[in-house]
């Protein structure tokens, strides 16, 4: 008799698949008016935020007709001002409160808070409080716009440089202005405080988190790990993104008006001076390209190959490129997708999938189309 032959164990790959993601944008809602925000107040509405003075709701089937919030009478739009976002409080599903950030009708940055009323769908307009007012007259422009809870619970804001360019005023570098900063405040009472654990607190304003920036239109936290990545709109040839990590204590220097980037922009006090922290990502502006649109570092679960990466556009070009970060740390960006519009903002869902906004009115999910990988199966003979 033949001798039994031993059981051979090996693995058979079913099916190969592409290592590249193929992204395409999934149309959600359309034929709003100037969004420039999306978010989620923990469950499974979307809320968009339009640059009039509106915020309305996307229910999973539709816009609703009636605004969550209208607030379009003490709004000044447009251009670079209006209503500009939204953040919902940590503990929204209890205390029902979300905080906004607009341009006054005087021009001035603000940043109010607000309560839901009995209707889930819908805000008190009554309640509005103003938490904080940066006075932004001079110029029009460079007025930032996001609020974001930090994982620490505290109130994020971007407000810009104050405008016009080349930051006239050399507000980024004065730890005596709020432009030009990332600001980190207390709203968890009747009225806002400076956390004692700020930078400047003490001396300087208060507020102040992080300085050096030009218009910081969108920052984002890693909701996997509480890293902040600030995507920091340039002045004429180079655009940057910014990284925090979570255990930073704050009173980074993002360089600006010293440095545009990593290069010299206005060096009469010296360039890179005091130490400056560089961006891990910067862009010119050819192609098109011209003012950054900061994005989310992907942690939802149905698209394989966008996990872990940093997901950003441009507004001008339309183009949006996802940074994997490498074995020596350092982050190498490629094209996912080529949109033929103007990008004004991503967002993420409840669940962590990525929302993109186009400002002339429609709202996308962004989804990798290409097969997702099977698992191995075991073959024995």
């Known amino acids: 008799m033949r001798a039994l032959l031993p059981v051979l164990l090996f ?6 698949f592409a290592d590249d993601p193929r992204v395409e944008l999934q149309q959600i809602a359309s034929g709003l008016a100037a969004p420039v925000a999306v978010t989620h107040a923990g469950d499974s509405r979307l809320f968009i935020t339009l640059q009039r003075g509106q915020i309305v709701i996307h229910d999973g089937t539709s816009v609703l007709p009636t605004p969550f919030l209208d607030i379009q009478s003490i709004v000044r739009c447009c251009s670079e001002r209006g209503l500009l976002s939204v953040a919902f409080d ?8 979300f905080f906004v950030y607009y341009t006054d009708l005087e021009g001035d940055l603000v940043i109010a808070r607000y309560d ?8 008190d307009p009554a309640s509005g409080v103003v ?3 940066i006075p932004h007259r001079q110029f029009s422009n460079h007025n930032g716009g996001q609020i974001a809870f930090g994982p620490d619970g505290y109130l994020y804001a971007g407000p810009g440089d104050g405008g016009s360019g080349g930051d006239p005023n050399n507000n980024g570098q004065n730890i005596n202005s709020l432009l030009g900063k990332l600001l980190r405040i207390d709203v968890s009472g009747s009225t806002r405080s400076n956390p004692s654990s700020n930078p400047f607190h003490g001396s300087g304003q208060g507020e102040i988190w992080a300085y050096g920036l030009r218009n910081p239109w969108r920052f984002s936290f890693d909701r996997a790990t509480g890293d902040l990545w600030i995507a920091d709109v ?22 600006w008006r010293r440095m545009e980037g990593t290069h010299c922009f206005n060096p009469s006090t010296g360039c890179n001076q005091p130490p ?21 570092r992907y942690r939802g679960v149905r698209n394989f190959r966008l996990r872990g990466m940093y997901i950003y556009g441009d507004y001008c070009n339309g183009v949006i490129w996802g940074a994997s970060q490498k074995a020596d740390g350092s982050w190498s960006p490629s094209q996912l997708a080529d949109a033929a519009f103007n990008i004004s903002s991503f967002g993420e869902d409840q669940n962590g999938e990525i929302l993109v906004v186009a400002h002339s009115g429609v709202i996308y999910r962004l989804v990798d189309t290409a097969p997702q990988p099977r698992k191995r199966r075991t073959v024995r003979r």
């Open 131 to 133: 938490l904080l007012e």
């Open 11 to 16: 693995l058979v790959t079913l099916s190969a």
């Open 90 to 97: 940590p503990r929204y599903s209890d205390n029902g409160r």
């Open 234 to 255: 340039g002045q004429g040839q180079w655009e940057e993104i910014n990284f925090q990590p979570a255990a930073s204590r704050g009173g980074e220097n993002y360089g």
């Open 276 to 296: 400056t922290v560089l961006p891990v990502i910067e862009y010119d502006h050819r192609n098109g390209a011209c003012s950054v649109t900061g994005g989310y």
């Open 116 to 123: 839901v009323s009995a209707n889930r769908d819908r805000a």
